[in-house]
């Protein structure tokens, strides 16, 4: 059925910027719109556990992002395109992850990583000093 894939990962030296993508390869989640969806992006550093980053509502009305990215990261979307996006600007080398896209039918509880209906399968960020 459906799947995300997330692109955009690479190295880059602290200070710099990248901008990561993740798109639904199919036209539905079972049945449901990319639209029905909110949704977000986590990332896992190595030896950690995945933790949040940040996640837009179905209609791009809010926003949400963790305290370590809120003023440096960028989410946003475009239903039509079926592609959520994840702007990153002065990237640190705490930012060094697996970056991660999900879906959430739900919608209400964007901060928890069990609330997510759908996943990708990461795109690796490296930020060097």
């Known amino acids: 059925q459906a799947v995300l894939v997330e692109s955009g990962g690479g190295l880059v030296q602290a200070g710099g910027s990248l901008t990561l993508s993740c798109v639904l390869s199919g036209w539905t989640f079972g049945g449901r719109m990319f639209g029905d969806y909110a949704m977000g992006w986590f990332r896992q550093a190595p030896g950690k556990e995945r933790e949040f980053v940040a996640a837009?509502?179905?209609?791009?009305?809010?926003?949400y992002y963790s305290d370590s990215v809120k003023g440096r990261f960028t989410i946003s979307r475009d239903n039509t395109k079926k592609t959520v996006y994840l702007q990153m600007i002065s990237l640190k080398p705490d930012d060094t992850a697996v970056y991660y896209c999900?879906?959430?039918?739900?919608?209400?509880?964007?901060?928890?990583?069990?609330?997510?209906?759908?996943w990708g399968q990461g795109t690796q960020v490296t930020v060097s000093s």
């Open positions: 837009i509502d179905w209609n791009s009305r809010a926003t």
């Open positions: 999900g879906a959430d039918f739900q919608g209400t509880k964007l901060l928890v990583e069990s609330s997510y209906d759908y």
